[in-house]
Nanobody, 125 residues
Framework: VQLQASGGGLVQVGGALRLSCSVS????????MAWFRQAPGKEREFVAS????????YYADSVKGRFTISRDNAENAEYLLMDNLKPEDTAAYYC???????????????????WGQGTLVTVSS
């Protein structure tokens, strides 16, 4: 499976960005999808995840109310709409696909076996 993340860039505080992740080699329709991020000098952390039917969405407390995860199974893609961006949101953002079908994979990185290359988001003040 291959994941290609895009949409990162430089944005001012309070601005918005929409990240996209295109998946090939596996249909995403049966899998939880997620976004993680890694800031310079820090460990990778969970951002958001969404179940196969979009019935459940889970967010890190730090982004709740500002970020929205979505998916389009027909397009084999997922998205992350980021609003009201803060300097602490600066990081490389990675999309991920869960290892197991029809399971809620949550926030653990170990539950995901396919990763995108990362797209850099820089929030300037």
């Amino acid at each position: 499976v291959q994941l290609q993340a895009s949409g990162g860039g430089l944005v001012q505080v309070g601005g918005a960005l929409r990240l996209s992740c295109s998946v090939s080699g596996r249909s995403i329709e049966a899998y939880t999808m997620a976004w993680f991020r890694q800031a310079p000098g820090k460990e990778r952390e969970f951002v958001a995840s969404i179940t196969w039917s979009s019935g459940n969405r889970y967010y890190a407390d730090s982004v709740k109310g500002r970020f929205t995860i979505s998916r389009d199974n027909a397009e084999n893609a997922e998205y992350l709409l980021m609003d009201n961006l803060k300097p602490e949101d600066t990081a490389a953002y990675y999309c991920a696909i869960a290892s197991n079908r029809w399971q809620w994979s949550g926030s653990s990185q170990h539950a995901y076996d396919g990763w995108g290359q990362g797209t850099l988001v820089t929030v300037s003040s």
